[in-house]
């Protein structure tokens, strides 16, 4: 348990050194984000529509888009050098290298979204400090469940010749749940509901995380195998 | 009773739908024989 | 690989298969266009219900065939269960393509719109996106153990995903009723015995081609692979 | 770590029996058996496609067999037991290493996953092994291949398993790194460590071995002690051998 512990952290003390190093993928997903939340403003009438009616949904998408950066870039750098097969090689459970690479995607994706959200307050007009703590917990869930499944299909889609086109073709679609939940309950939070008034999308968006999470572990296996 | 056109339509497209997989199916199948036909020539004469 | 015995008796049992199957079919189309009654509100475009309810019931059962069989061929890792996955799901796309071009057709009509965000519509969509990614990703990869193990898991994660899309799906339209849209429960309570008895055909009938189209499928990829034995065996083994 | 040596449940250290690898009908191994006692060196010869690297991705736990049993260190090689790839080490020619951190770091990261302790120390002495030491703050993209295979080498043994599996170590290297490879062979073989090689040079390869096997349509045709063994006539029989392989390959293309 304590090597799997150990090598869990080995490997997001990897990745964030050699992110350190480079700043290639942060910069990347940030700048890729605010594109994103800028391009929806110019086809949103800002005039017309109400901004915290398209906001979160905008925020979301944003959000989404430049996580699929950072998925396709974090299995991108294992396969470079053939090191995925020398992570196969050492003796760790498969599950430790799933782990690894969740908890690296994690990161990297709320450090730039909590670099999104004053950009997206300033930009739309809306105040999240005062419904901060909830909204926290909203982003916590999504993108804890974004993750769970996009370093499973992310792992599996490395290996493919048109990786970068496969993915989002792969992953969108079981992503609907977990986009729509998240969008509605960004919105009732930034209308000052309290969190207790959304218990069936938080129980589903955490369901969606266990499920994940679970399927991932329990095939994981398959995927890293030769 | 005017819709007719619809029911229709909905039918073309479902009996179309199936017939054509039938039909592709039925073309697949009729290339995958032939190679074996012709995988069968080579190893008499050669056997 | 099949015996040749096998063979024989396999095309028996198909033409079996293949005979009742196309009676089931004639009794369908006698009972759709000559015994149901015509509905009284909808009018004659309601008798499409009668091919787009057995689709979709097909093309679910379809994915949950994927489903079972993603799960035994990553425990038994036996190509048979690869096969059936892979046949079950084209087969699945189909229908689930029929169920959403007969959807609209049916809608125009009775709802005034081909296409209405309602919750059975938009997971349907969904699923059938989902479906065709698998069939993509299946013709993406080559060959071989690995594009099977992906596939497999996707089979499993696909199917997980329809009872979340269906409740997130459910809960995202709940709060903008539509007062128009009359979901598809609705219209099969206040069937009449005739009308049920007609679906209840045509699903058998829609079950048999199933059943039909998934032996066509089935025995044409072992040939495949029959065929490139014979071809790796005969040319390499000089 | 602790001697690995000591731990040794049995002898032979590798035991294959029957190995076959197929799905549907690609056929990369049909039926291979062999044994190898500690400490000996055997070199596979094959053509392309003979099946070479799908033994080793085997034997390594990286791939599962269809039938037949490997037992590697005394572990069944399917399901990948965590201490059978503890007793393993791989070179292959990916380089398996982090472009964008120093040969130290990647040293560090390897080793931490394999639980290793007193890793600096661990990384600096066999960084100074493979002459690298003075390089030891640069990032590894801005080094030579020969360099970048010498610091894959460093890896791999970094945990001093006493089974090295190598993948056709010599393609690409130049003659100055495929020396100092092949000086760290006669080391690692003088040190009784356990080697199994894949490699196309008839020479280099006969040269270093204890065993020769010659791998076709994923047999082994061959397999036999390298004494007495004239390495003409054998380098007749592999060019015989490749030649009826591109034979077949040439009919089933046109």
């Given amino acids: 348990m304590n090597l799997f512990i150990s090598q869990v952290s080995a490997i997001v003390w990897k990745d964030f050194t050699i992110e350190f190093k480079t700043r290639e993928l942060f910069s990347a997903m940030f700048i890729f984000a605010l594109l994103v939340i800028l391009i929806f403003i110019f086809s949103v009438n800002l005039s017309v529509v109400e901004a915290s009616e398209v906001g979160p949904g905008i925020l979301w998408v944003a959000f989404l888009f430049s996580g699929t950066i950072g998925l396709n870039r974090s299995f991108a750098l294992e396969k470079e050098n053939g090191c995925l097969m020398a992570l196969m090689l050492m003796p760790a459970d498969r599950t430790a290298i799933y782990f690894g690479k969740l908890i690296s995607n994690f990161v990297f994706l709320t450090i730039m979204e909590l670099f999104i959200l004053p950009l997206f307050m300033i930009f739309f007009n809306i105040d999240l400090l005062e419904h901060l703590f909830p909204l926290l917990i909203v982003i916590f869930l999504g993108t804890l469940g974004f993750c769970a499944l996009g370093t499973l299909l992310s792992s599996l889609a490395s290996n493919l010749k048109t990786r970068e086109i496969m993915l989002p073709i792969l992953l969108y679609p079981l992503l609907v749940p977990i986009v729509i939940a998240v969008v509605r309950m960004t919105g009732q939070v930034l209308a000052g509901e309290p969190l207790s008034e959304m218990m069936n999308w938080i129980g589903l968006t955490a369901s969606f995380d266990i499920i994940y999470i679970g399927v991932s572990i329990m095939t994981i296996d398959h995927i890293l195998e030769e | 009773m005017d819709y007719l056109g619809f029911l229709f339509a909905a039918n073309a497209f479902v009996w179309g739908g199936i017939i054509y997989y039938v039909f592709t199916l039925k073309q697949r199948n009729r290339a995958l024989e032939k190679d074996l036909e012709l995988l069968k020539e080579t190893l008499s004469r050669e056997g | 690989m099949m015996s040749s015995d096998a063979v024989e008796e396999n095309e028996e049992e198909s033409s079996i298969l293949v005979w009742m199957t196309g009676l089931a079919f004639l009794a369908a189309i006698i009972a759709i266009f000559i015994y149901v009654p015509t509905e009284r509100t909808e009018g004659v475009v309601q008798r499409i219900m009668y091919f787009h309810i057995p689709s979709a019931w097909l093309s679910f059962f379809a994915f949950f065939v ?38 609209p057709i049916w809608a125009r009509p009775i709802w005034g719109a081909w296409w209405v965000w309602d919750a059975r519509l938009t997971s349907t969509l969904i699923l059938w996106i989902i479906y065709v990614a698998y069939l993509m990703l299946r013709a993406q990869s080559e060959a071989g153990s690995m594009r099977a193990r992906y596939a497999a898991v996707l089979g499993i994660v696909g199917f997980l995903d329809i009872p979340l899309i269906h409740f997130s799906v459910l809960w995202w339209r709940a709060f903008h009723p539509q007062p128009k849209v ?52 005969t040319l390499y083994s000089s | 770590m602790v001697d690995s040596q000591t731990s040794q449940p049995s002898n032979p250290v590798i035991e294959v029996r029957k190995l076959r690898k197929e799905f549907g009908v690609l056929k990369a191994l049909d039926g291979i058996s062999f044994n190898l006692e500690r ?149 690692l073989h003088n040190k009784k460590r356990t080697i199994l090689m894949t490699t196309h040079d008839v020479s280099c390869g006969l040269e270093m071995c204890d065993k020769v096997a010659l791998q076709v349509m994923g047999r082994f045709a061959f397999f036999e002690d390298v004494e007495g063994i004239n390495k003409d006539k054998f380098e007749e029989m592999y060019f015989d051998a490749v030649r009826d392989k591109q034979f077949a390959m040439g009919i089933r293309h046109s």
């Avoid at chain 3, 079950?88 to 959403?100: P, R, T, W």
């Fill in chain 3, 182 to 233: 009359i979901s598809s429960e609705g219209i099969g309570k206040g069937m009449e015995i005739g009308m049920l008895a007609t679906l209840g055909i045509s699903l058998c009938a829609f079950t048999l081609l199933y059943f039909l189209l998934m032996g066509v499928r089935v025995r044409q990829e072992k040939l495949k692979d029959e065929i490139d034995r014979l071809k790796r065996e």
């Fill in chain 3, 66 to 103: 994927v489903f079972i069989c993603s799960i035994l061929f990553l425990w038994k890792k036996e190509r048979e269960w690869d096969i059936y996955a892979h046949a079950s799901a084209e087969i699945g796309v189909i229908f689930c393509s029929l169920v959403l071009i007969t959807g």
């Fill in chain 4, 39 to 187: 400490g000996e060196f055997l070199s596979v010869f094959g053509p392309n496609g003979a099946g070479k690297t799908t033994l080793i991705k085997i034997l390594s736990g990286l791939t599962r067999p269809s039938s037949g049993t490997a037992r590697v260190a005394g572990f069944e090689v399917e399901g990948g037991h965590p201490e059978m790839r503890r007793e393993i080490g791989v070179i292959s020619h990916s380089t398996a290493l982090y472009g964008d951190l120093t040969p130290l770091e990647n040293l560090i990261f390897f080793g931490k996953m394999y639980g290793l302790g007193r890793l600096k120390e661990l990384a600096l002495t066999a960084l100074e092994d493979v002459g690298l030491a003075p390089r030891r703050h640069d990032p590894v993209r801005t080094f030579s291949r020969g360099m970048i295979q010498r610091l894959s080498i460093a890896r791999a043994i970094l945990h001093d398993p006493s089974i090295l599996f190598l993948d056709e170590p010599f393609t690409g290297l130049d003659i100055q790194a495929s020396n100092v490879l092949k000086e760290n062979l006669i080391t």
